[in-house]
């Protein structure tokens, strides 16, 4: 499977914006694509899920009104674009990419989805 790719991360400032973007996960009309992060001594969280083809998104509450999820013209980059952060937003964030689900019209905000994971972009809030 093709590894995506992250790029966008660094650090700002808390209520500053940063901008994520994912490359490399082929189009399929079943793709499901997602963010997570990982916050140093914490597990891993799913911070916002798009089924491509449908251009559905879901997203966390602690991420909802202000981060928003969205991909390119061509369906080859997906974007988080994240405004207001706090810094409790400080964590590495992942990109993954799997399949919709048998039966399933949404895609799940559920790791056990995504078998492709990129390397992660570290994004870091000071308060």
């Known amino acids: 499977q093709v590894q995506p790719v992250e790029s966008g991360g660094g650090s700002v400032q808390a209520g500053g914006s940063l901008r994520l973007s994912c490359t490399g996960s082929?189009?399929?009309?079943?793709?499901?694509m997602a963010w997570f992060r990982q916050a140093p001594g914490k597990g891993r969280e799913g911070v916002a899920v798009m089924y491509t083809a449908a251009n559905t998104v879901l997203y966390a509450d602690s991420v909802k009104g202000r981060f928003t999820m969205s991909q390119d013209n061509s369906g080859n980059t997906v974007y988080l674009q994240m405004s207001s952060l706090k810094f409790e937003d400080t964590a590495m964030y992942y990109c993954?990419?799997?399949?919709?689900?048998?039966?399933?019209?949404?895609?799940?905000?559920?790791?056990?989805?995504?078998?492709?994971w990129g390397q992660g972009t570290q994004v870091t809030v000071s308060s």
């Open positions: 993954a990419t799997g399949r919709l689900p048998a039966g399933s019209v949404v895609c799940p905000l559920d790791e056990t989805t995504f078998p492709s």
């Open positions: 082929p189009y399929n009309y079943r793709r499901c």
